[in-house]
């Protein structure tokens, strides 16, 4: 019987890494979708080749309301493995399905090897000072991926495959909800940057991040960050920290500014082709994972930056 | 209320020592709190503090959970009671055993309203456990919680995801991951110092449960090594602000990347 490597993720762009990535893994990809015709069509276009279409999700529903459908399914259809979007939630309900049907979920994966018949994984461990591989020994592989591992192929809308719709299996309980409140949308993509400018924590206060936006936007780049100053600080959405429990990005140009470089985040930008420095502290150690360094004060080395820039304009 | 906290003691992931030859060594290692975890800690003691009640810490790990220390440490934190599940067949535990280990322990721990737990684990950080756990118990789950108030027997929680922040009222009891920004956990008093030799300790082994499904891993862990590291030019330039930034911007130039 053919191998079917399932994914399931609530942001499109990451089901359609997801999808690449599984036809890599199986003998075919199959998407389960919760949303409109659009969507299911857009999880074709996007590789799939079967769709387990769980329909349109009423509003006083919370994807997480959805575990129960899903361990039935998969406890059903016995596919090789699932790879479940790792936002928030969906490592959420990555886990509880584990729980449900009794396996170890393979966590924030960063790349799958295929050796023989069995599938080896690894991810970063010890806050990014080591990497671990590991394989499942259970019949189905559950794992939560991130952006960033495989690039999506090109959509082709033309596609078209079968559609398994999928009946609701209430769940035995269920959260209210009482409000949402959107953030502030982040259009933030990290892992496609061509340019990353990431401030840490050497900057002093939240309104100096404006000369941080200025100096990237010279530099057409994506502004990323230490965890530090999205967690605690709250200065920056945390969809831009990179790092181990963050974003991976791998840029032509990485320009950390005021970063130490402690491994938990320097494991994000290893596969940057350049890396760039920007520290008052001879002795911080991105200095030795980079390929230039100005030792200084990021106060005065920006702002002549950002002159220099605009006097090459 | 009553509320179990789970907690996790790991090797600290600062003295992790990368070897020459790629291993890694926790030889060195001092063992403590997952640091997440003390959010959840910070996170029980506040809703008791508010409500009354008790909080029970609960671990399950190998030996090193039974030093003194570490039990001092978690206790002077404010908890009231500490449960610990304590054998060297816990060690390395995948999430599956370590979260059916805790299932079964929490089984013997009497009535409660919500169990807290951190974001993930510092030196794994899979941010499995609390969610296979919650699920085990057949109990509401939630992960990403950046909020928690008690009213009325039920659970007023907000959860911070991406794109969105959830009010959510949940009904208890309930299983809750927690974020780290969730509150900033207090240094413990000299007074809590004092009073943790004094809490109740209660150390099981695997033998003592009835842990479900077994013992048996469900993954096999290959490898653990440090990445692999690139080679990189470490060149540095010197000078006033203006002659550094051009200088940069030369070398930028010359590597096509502006
Ligand atoms: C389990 C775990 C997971 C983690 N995951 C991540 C992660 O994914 N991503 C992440 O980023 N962090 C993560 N962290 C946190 C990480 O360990 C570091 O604390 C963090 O990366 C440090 O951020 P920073 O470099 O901005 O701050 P600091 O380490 O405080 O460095 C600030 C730097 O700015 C320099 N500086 C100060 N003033 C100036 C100035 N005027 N001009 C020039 N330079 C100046 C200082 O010399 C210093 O080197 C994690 C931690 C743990 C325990």
Not at chain 1, 53 to 78: C, F, I, M, R, S
Not at chain 1, 268 to 274: F, K, L
Not at chain 2, 209 to 222: I, P, Y
């Amino acid at each position: 019987m053919a191998k079917e490597m399932w994914v399931f993720a609530e942001k499109p762009a990451l089901q359609a890494e997801l999808l690449a990535c599984a036809k890599t893994l199986g003998d075919a990809a199959a998407a389960v979708v919760l949303g409109n015709q659009a969507a299911v069509d857009q999880a074709f276009a996007q590789g799939a080749d079967k769709v387990f279409w769980l329909g349109e999700k009423p509003d006083h529903l919370l994807l997480d309301d959805y575990v129960p459908t899903l361990a039935a399914l998969l406890k059903e259809q016995k596919p090789a493995g699932m790879l479940v979007g790792a936002t928030r939630r969906g490592k959420a309900i990555a886990g509880r399905l584990g729980a449900a049907l009794g396996v170890t979920v393979l966590a924030d994966v960063k790349k799958f090897i295929a050796e023989g018949d069995s599938l080896q994984v690894s991810h970063m461990v010890f806050g990014g000072a080591a990497v671990r591989l590991e394989k499942a020994v259970t019949d189905i592989m559950l794992a939560t991926v991130s952006f960033g591992i495989v690039e999506a192929l090109p959509p082709d809308p033309s596609r078209k495959g079968e559609v398994v719709k999928v009946a609701f299996v209430e769940p035995k309980w269920k959260a209210v909800l009482r409000e949402r409140k959107p953030r502030p949308p982040s259009s933030v993509n990290l892992a496609a940057a061509k340019k990353v400018v990431c401030p840490g924590r050497g900057i002093a206060k939240k309104e100096d991040l404006e000369m941080i936006f200025e100096l990237a936007r010279l530099l057409e780049a994506e502004v990323g960050a230490t965890r530090p100053l999205t967690e605690g600080l709250d200065w920056l959405p945390r969809e831009r920290y990179i790092g181990v429990s963050g974003a991976f990005v791998k840029p032509d140009l990485y320009l950390g500014v005021g970063v130490s470089g402690q491994a938990q985040h320097t494991v994000g930008i290893t596969e940057s082709r350049v890396i760039v420095a920007i520290n008052k502290d001879g002795e911080a150690p991105l200095f030795s994972q980079s390929d230039y360094g100005i030792v200084g004060d990021l106060y005065q080395i920006v702002p002549a930056l950002i002159n220099a820039l605009k006097a090459r304009k | 209320m009553n509320i179990i906290v789970c907690y996790k003691l790991v090797p600290d992931p600062e003295d992790v020592v990368a070897k020459p030859d790629g291993s890694i060594s926790l030889d060195q290692a001092e063992w403590i709190i997952s640091d997440y975890d003390l959010m959840a800690i910070e996170a029980a003691v506040q809703l008791v503090e508010a409500n009354g009640g008790k909080v029970m810490a609960l671990s399950v790990g190998p030996s090193q959970l039974a030093n003194s220390k570490a039990k001092k440490d978690v206790l002077s934190r404010g908890p009231d009671e500490l449960y610990l599940v304590v054998d060297d067949g816990l060690r390395d535990a995948d999430t599956s055993l370590t979260a059916r280990t805790l299932a079964a322990a929490v089984a013997k721990l009497g009535e409660f309203d919500l169990i807290l737990t951190g974001e993930g684990s510092a030196d794994l950080y899979f941010q499995q456990v609390g969610m296979q756990l919650g699920e085990l118990l057949g109990l509401p789950t939630f992960n990403a919680i950046s909020k928690v108030e008690w009213s009325g027997g039920k659970l007023a929680v907000e959860r911070s995801l991406e794109d969105e922040v959830e009010a959510l009222e949940v009904p208890a009891p309930a299983v809750l991951a927690v974020t780290t920004d969730i509150n900033q956990p207090r240094l413990p008093s000299m007074k809590e110092i004092l009073k943790a030799g004094k809490k109740p300790v209660v150390e099981w082994t695997l033998g003592d449960l009835a842990v479900q499904d077994g013992l048996a891993q469900r993954v096999e862990v290959l490898s653990v090594r440090s990445p692999k590291q690139v080679n990189r030019k470490q060149i540095r330039i010197e000078g006033k602000p203006e002659e550094a930034a051009q200088a940069l911007i030369g070398h930028l130039s010359k590597e096509g990347v502006l």
